[in-house]
């Protein structure tokens, strides 16, 4: 039996400070064409890919990235995100978000469109 080399290749390295975690909740979430999240924050941090088609991802304050199938994110914990949607009007968007929990949070919160 020949051994063969494991690649790992790094793709994200998400700092979330000094932050317990008790849980962590896997949701698989698909986005119809054209559409996006809004504005919101996650009290736990959140660390994802996308499975299937392209995201639009923007933390408030800094640029719009762009996000094809396989890139990976990180939504830190308290932070607003002004966007995170389906870039394509014509094909869904589907990624898997992680969120590591400390006791019972919240996934997410809402806010409103400055």
Not at 49 to 57: K, M, P, Q
């Amino acid at each position: 039996m020949t051994l063969q080399t494991i690649v790992r290749k790094p793709r994200l390295k998400a700092i979330i400070g000094n932050r317990n975690v008790t849980a962590v909740d896997v949701r698989e979430i698909r986005l119809e064409p054209g559409q996006q999240a809004g504005r919101h924050l996650h009290p736990c941090t959140v660390v994802g890919y996308i499975a299937e088609g392209t995201a639009l991802y923007q933390l408030e304050g800094e640029a719009v990235q762009t996000l094809p199938a396989g890139s990976v994110f990180h939504e830190p914990a308290g932070e607003v995100m002004a966007n995170f949607g389906n870039a394509s009007e014509s094909e869904p968007m589907t990624f898997i978000a992680f969120h590591l929990l400390d006791g019972e949070q919240e996934l997410f919160k809402m806010l409103d469109n400055n």
